[in-house]
C-alpha cells in the first residue's frame, strides 16, 4: 500500500483538514521502512510521533489482548509518546495543509479518499485504526524496544 493513494489536494485545502484537526491518522509498519527497528527509535527522537492503542483485541472474535499498539504522528500540545489521547490535531498540519509529502504519509492519512460538498471521506484497504493495530500486531516487541532505546 505504500505507493497507493488517494489523496486529492485541492478538495482537501476546501475543507481546510477537518480530519486532520479531528485526529491524526494512523501509520502501518511499511510507513517506517527497514530496519524498522532502528527507524522507529529515529522517528521516536523527532517527537512527531506517538505510540497509540487500539482498546482490547483488534482481531475479529478474538479477545487474548487488552490492547494492541500502533503509530501514528503526535497530537499538537501533547509530548508523551505513549499517548492514546482520541481527538486532537495532527503537528503535521499548517496553515498551508500537511508538511509531509504524499509519500511521507501515514498509510491512513494516504487511503482516505476526501469527497467533496461536506460528504464524508471514505477509507479504503482496511486502512484504519482497526487495520493499523492488526497490522502493528507483529512488531509489538519492535514498537516497545524502540520506546525504550529513546529517552523520554
Same mark, same amino acid.
Given at each position: ?10 478538495? +482537501? ?6 480530519? +486532520? ?5 494512523? +501509520? ?9 527497528? #532502528? ?18 483485541? *483488534? ?6 489482548? #487488552? ?16 499517548? *492514546? !489521547? ?15 509529502? *504524499?509519500?511521507?504519509?501515514? !498509510? ?19 486502512? #484504519? ?10 512488531? !509489538? ?12
Amino acid at each position: 500500500m505504500k505507493n497507493k493513494n488517494y489523496l486529492n489536494i485541492e478538495l +482537501c485545502k476546501e475543507c481546510g483538514g477537518v480530519c +486532520c484537526k479531528r485526529i491524526p491518522g494512523a +501509520c502501518f509498519p511499511e510507513d517506517f521502512g527497514k530496519p524498522l527497528l #532502528e527507524n522507529l527509535i529515529e522517528a521516536f527522537k523527532s517527537g512527531n510521533w506517538a505510540i497509540d492503542w487500539w482498546e482490547g483485541d *483488534p482481531r475479529d472474535n478474538k479477545d487474548k489482548l #487488552e490492547k494492541a499498539y500502533y503509530i501514528r504522528p503526535r497530537i499538537k500540545g501533547i509530548s508523551k509518546l505513549f499517548d *492514546p !489521547t482520541w481527538g486532537g490535531e495532527c503537528n503535521f498540519l499548517n496553515n498551508n495543509g500537511c508538511v509531509l509529502s *504524499p509519500e511521507e504519509r501515514p !498509510t491512513t492519512c494516504r487511503m482516505l479518499e476526501p469527497k467533496s460538498e461536506g460528504k464524508s471521506c471514505i477509507s479504503h484497504d482496511g486502512a #484504519e485504526k482497526q487495520g493499523a493495530a492488526l497490522a502493528w500486531l507483529p512488531f !509489538t516487541k519492535v514498537i516497545l524496544e524502540a520506546s525504550r532505546r529513546i529517552k523520554i
